[in-house]
């Protein structure tokens, strides 16, 4: 990761911090993801429970991000649930390429819905509590860049934390709006619902009693203003309320008031049977009792005379339960010393007053749940900003770090600044840089402290398995411990702990490896003496420091190289100067002789003929030395020859002969089997170190006496050999071979340019020949084809509002239309071939016979009956060997029907755009080709459409829209093709068709090829 980064990475956390809302603070991540990455659509995963919910996501080609208004739990078409409850306590970024994935990823619900190729998840991880994830996909074969990830990775704790802030703060104002709903559902309700029983009075003490309920901030003051305003209404020498406590399981009644006096707080278990607040919440039942020692075995067969747990005895008693949505949250009672204190009218009053308390029970419980979670969100707010106060501190210390890292150039200095750097941020007790040294094929730990002591350095060796060290290295993985007891064996199964005694070994180890440009260059590792000692922060600070050693390393690496390479550079240099010193004038003769040499070789490149080339290094060679005889043999494979034209001696060209590869008395065969530089000072006494025969050795022209023969090769293949000859005796100088030998190399390649030269010349006239016939062929083709399709003239008098757009790829096209009239019957036809040019124009010939026979033979008139029997035929057509994609064909045809006044469309993996109304339809048809190997049996959807609406039509082939260019060179897709169809369609259909030809050409503007055959035809079928 560049340094710069952080600058970028601060700034970009300082404006996270100014959105408070989740919405806002979810529009900026993503907006800051999708700028950052290539991603195609990027979302937030919040996690809840085991469960997710998708809060938002954006699509790179759309500029809205679409949120999530509920926290509806996600379903599996939603998110990829397979593949997130499998990763979903996973720390790292998990990479997922779908092409690759194991059977979780293939069966995956949302994978088969959206068909990604690719999908990163980023966690976000604020200390050890897991927020969620961010969601990359990717729908093209490229996936995004491991710098952008990154980079994304090094946000993701800031973002986590805030959107945790922001989730919490979203749940409290809901929270806060449930309860003042709660509020006005207590103050609205009506008192005089079922009032038959009360009189008006007492009806508007009831209420006014609902309404103080209503405004009560806790049970203690709703009890007390109960007991005051129900005394008005009814004997109520004794009021309790109890209220369940669903945790330990009792009734409790914190406020029972008698005689106007406060009793003490007393509770009774929901088991208790022989209690009537008991029986009453349990049974949900209302107890009645004028006389209570005649009544009370009624009720509690086995109850026996007691004295109350509280308060005094009474005469008649009403219970009620309070129910709040159909759940029984508690009792209320009444009670009076006197016998047949309560009619039927008083349980109906007591009943009601127990809603209202339920109602208000209800509310304060809100009230205090919005209030704890105002406190909780208040505390979370502040753990959260003095965590995004130290996140950003360290985001700015990890910019000046990495500037700090980068910036040494030595091994040990990087490792020194490291430490000094890390010891800062995190308590290590234990720090150690391995580095691999390749030469060795070993990690040399140089860098090993503990406790701020430098140890001692160590070799590890790669073939030790057993090394923690050895594991990361090889495997590219982080290893992450945080008991080393429980979780070495991991990491490293059926091996035994390397310390017997356990307490003197570090507890919590963390390994990263270093990576540079080139691949792992070793390792870091902090280590601690306690258990868990390692936040998910130092990890997010280790893993960066890890970058920028990585960085600097590399750096260090390149720099020791570069001081190698210009100390052995300068040992040269100071050796060459000794010798050109020594040498100058043979160092001046050599600069000379390069000169010529490069001379010679602009020369032969320009040289594009063999003959050329042959009489440019005779002129060149002749002035360098003594070239009485000069000849250069072309190796011919087939012939198994070396064939000599334009062989020079004594300034006369030689006639035209021939040397076999098989005759070994030629030194020509001999230089190039054996690829031998030939070397001879005098003819009489060494020829018969390369021929071994006793024979006489013929020659053509006179005996020289010294002879060089060099063969010509390329890298790839034999060319030939040069020859110069003298009639003297040791004529040529070492100086003269080591140029021949140069000059040699330069006549192979120019000689195998100019064979090639010729060769492609000849093979150019070939082919121009060879395209005149093809596009004569292919001209006279389509005047067949032009013969074939529909006259335009008969077009425009069977729909005389229509326009048609033909632009074919090639000469010929595979799009083609067809028209036909049968009585009142107006038959309209679009086809996409899949080919273009001539097995297109083929495949249009076919079709076109296909329509006549199933239409104007057998009578067909319906579009769907048509297109099936297509289907059918089409196999017919086409031999076996010939089944395949390329041999589809993509229908749309309308019938017209002026006698039913409708029009009848069906489509084979096409699309109808009709207009009616100012108001746009896109008719799908079916999405199913016609070719060899569709299935016959498929059944083709019909659509009618009745022609009094004055609608438009457009059927089109897929051509136009697949058209690449524009300022991107991408596609000019379906969508923008459409938009340009309602923006025109008012217009008259000439006009139509200028502006659909305009635009095409302006997008083809910058684009030299036309991408597919294009037909656009439009038309309103009472025109």
Same mark, same amino acid.
């Given at each position: ?12 956390y ?47 080609t759309?500029n809205?991000?679409?949120f999530?208004e509920s926290?509806? +739990? ?16 996973s ?22 819905l ?5 999908l990163n998840?980023?966690?976000?991880w ?19 860049t ?53 009189n ?8 006014? +009693? ?55 707080f ?26 209570? *020692?005649e ?5 509690i ?24 949505k ?34 208000a029970?209800?509310?304060i419980?809100?009230?205090?749940s ?10 979370i707010?502040k ?13 700015k ?5 990495g ?7 030595s091994?040990?200095?990087?490792? *020194? ?5 890390l ?13 691999y040294?390749? *030469? ?56 035994k702990?390397?310390y ?58 390149t720099? #020791? ?8 550079r ?38 594009l ?15 360098l ?122 006549s ?5 340019n100019?064979?090639?030269?010729e060769?492609i #010349? ?16 292919i ?9 074939i ?9 069977l ?27 107006t ?42 029997l ?21 229908i ?12 009848e ?27 060899s190997?569709?299935?016959n049996?498929?059944k ?8 009094n ?33 309602n *923006?025109?369609y ?38």
């Amino acid at each position: 990761m560049k340094t710069g980064y952080l600058d970028q990475a601060l700034s970009i956390y300082q404006n996270l911090t100014r959105e408070l809302t989740f919405k806002g603070l979810s529009t900026k991540i993503l907006s800051t993801v999708t700028s950052m990455s290539i991603v195609e659509r990027a979302s937030i995963i919040i996690k809840s429970g085991d469960d997710f919910v998708l809060k938002a996501y954006q699509v790179r080609t759309d500029n809205d991000v679409v949120f999530s208004e509920s926290n509806r +739990i996600a379903f599996d078409d939603d998110l990829p649930l397979g593949i997130l409850s499998q990763i979903k306590e996973s720390k790292s970024t998990v990479f997922v390429d779908v092409a690759k994935g194991n059977q979780t990823v293939s069966s995956d619900l949302y994978v088969k819905l959206n068909s990604p190729t690719y999908l990163n998840f980023i966690p976000l991880w604020n200390d050890d509590i897991i927020v969620g994830f961010l969601m990359l996909e990717q729908f093209q074969n490229l996936n995004s860049t491991p710098e952008s990830i990154k980079f994304l990775q090094l946000l993701a704790p800031q973002m986590a934390i805030l959107l945790q802030n922001a989730v919490a703060l979203e749940s409290y104002k809901k929270l806060s709006t449930a309860a003042v709903e709660r509020k006005e559902e207590v103050t609205q309700k009506d008192p005089e619902e079922d009032n038959s029983s009360i009189n008006k009075s007492d009806l508007k003490v009831l209420g006014d +009693i609902g309404q103080i309920i209503a405004t009560s901030h806790t049970i203690e003051s709703m009890i007390q203003t109960v007991y005051q305003k129900i005394n008005k209404l009814i004997d109520a020498q004794t009021l309790d309320i109890g209220i369940y406590n669903e945790e330990k399981g009792l009734l409790e009644f914190p406020s029972s008031y008698e005689d106007g006096e406060k009793l003490p707080f007393n509770t009774c278990a929901i088991k208790e049977g022989n209690r009537l607040a008991t029986i009453c919440f349990n049974e949900s039942r209302i107890i009645h009792i004028n006389n209570f *020692d005649e009544e009370i075995r009624d009720i509690i067969p086995s109850y026996e005379v007691t004295a109350p747990r509280v308060g005094k005895k009474v005469k008649s008693i009403i219970y009620v339960p309070v129910i709040d949505k159909n759940k029984v949250i508690g009792v209320m009672t009444v009670q009076s010393g006197l016998e047949n204190a309560y009619n039927p009218s008083d349980i109906y009053l007591v009943r009601n007053i127990s809603s209202y308390i339920a109602i208000a029970i209800d509310n304060i419980n809100l009230s205090k749940s919005s209030k704890e979670q105002e406190e909780t969100h208040s505390l979370i707010t502040k753990m959260n900003e003095e965590k995004l106060s130290k996140a950003y501190t360290t985001l700015k210390s990890l910019g000046e770090i990495g500037q700090d890292i980068t910036s040494n150039l030595s091994i040990e200095r990087i490792s *020194d600044t490291a430490y000094e750097s890390l010891n800062s941020l995190i308590d290590a007790p234990l720090f150690s840089i391995g580095i691999y040294n390749k *030469d060795r094929g070993v990690i040399e730990v140089s860098t090993n402290i503990e406790h701020g002591e430098k140890l001692p350095p160590k070799t590890i060796l790669l073939t030790d398995n057993t090394k923690l060290s050895v594991q990361c290295f090889k495997t590219l993985k982080e290893i992450i411990i945080n008991d080393v007891v429980s979780e070495y064996s991991t990491f490293i199964p059926n091996v035994k702990l390397p310390y017997d005694d356990v307490a003197k070994m570090p507890q919590s180890l963390i390994y990263l490896p270093l990576i540079g440009k080139e691949g792992t260059l070793g390792f870091i590792t902090v280590q601690s003496y306690k258990p868990h000692a390692f936040l998910e922060s130092d990890l997010n600070v280790l893993r960066n420091i890890a970058i920028y050693i990585g960085i600097a390393l590399d750096n260090a690496l390149t720099y #020791e190289g570069l001081e190698e390479i210009v100390t052995d550079r300068t040992a040269e240099l100071q050796q060459q100067k000794q010798e050109v010193e020594a040498n100058r004038d043979e160092i001046q003769q050599s600069y000379k002789n390069v000169q010529l040499l490069s001379d010679i070789g602009v020369t032969l490149s320009s040289s594009l003929s063999v003959d050329g080339v042959i009489e440019t290094v005779y002129k060149n060679v002749h002035s360098l030395m003594d070239a009485t005889t000069f000849g250069i043999g072309i190796y011919k494979h087939r012939k198994q020859q070396i064939e000599f034209r334009g062989a020079m001696e004594k300034g006369e060209k030689l006639p035209f002969f021939i040397h076999e590869m098989s005759d070994k008395t030629k030194l020509s065969s001999i230089a190039l089997i054996e690829n031998k530089d030939i070397v001879i000072s005098d003819i009489t006494t060494e020829i018969y170190d390369y021929i071994d025969t006793n024979e006489e050795i013929k020659t053509i022209g006179e005996m020289p006496y010294s002879i060089i023969y060099l063969p010509l090769r390329t890298k790839e293949k034999l060319i030939g050999v040069i020859t110069v000859q003298s009639f003297e005796k040791n004529s040529y100088s070492e100086l003269q071979v080591n140029l021949l030998k140069n000059i040699a190399v330069l006549s192979a390649i120019a000689i195998d340019n100019a064979v090639s030269y010729e060769k492609i #010349e000849r093979q150019k006239e070939e082919l121009q020949s060879t395209s005149q016939k093809i596009t004569s062929s292919i001209k006279y083709a389509k005047q067949i084809q032009s013969a074939i399709l529909p006259n335009r003239t008969v077009i425009r008098n069977l729909l005389p509002d229509s326009f048609i757009f033909h632009k074919p790829k090639d000469i010929v096209s595979g799009d083609f239309f067809w028209f036909h009239q049968e009585g009142n019957r107006t038959f309209i036809a679009t086809v996409d071939c899949n080919n273009n040019g001539v097995p297109g124009a083929m495949m249009s010939i076919i079709g076109t016979s296909l329509f006549r026979e199933i239409v104007e033979i057998q009578g067909i008139v319906s579009p769907d009956e048509i297109i099936e029997l297509m289907n059918q035929r089409i196999s017919i057509h086409l031999s076996p060997k010939t089944q395949e994609k390329e041999n589809a064909i993509d229908i749309s045809l309308c019938v017209i029907d002026k006698d039913a006044n409708v029009m009848e469309f069906a489509g084979a993996n096409t699309s109808l755009v009709r207009i009616a109304n100012d108001k746009f339809y896109f008719i799908k048809g079916t999405p199913v080709s016609i070719s060899s190997t569709s299935d016959n049996s498929t059944k083709f959807k019909k659509h009618t459409f009745d022609l009094n609406d004055d609608a438009t039509y457009y059927m089109y082939t897929d051509g136009y829209a697949q058209q690449i260019g524009g300022e991107d060179k991408k596609e000019y897709s379906n969508d923008q093709f459409l938009k340009l169809l309602n *923006d025109n369609y008012k217009s008259e259909k000439s006009n139509q068709r200028t502006a659909i030809r305009r635009a095409f050409n302006d997008w083809m503007e910058n684009e030299l090829v036309q991408t597919d055959d294009v037909l656009v035809l439009g038309f309103s079928p009472k025109g």
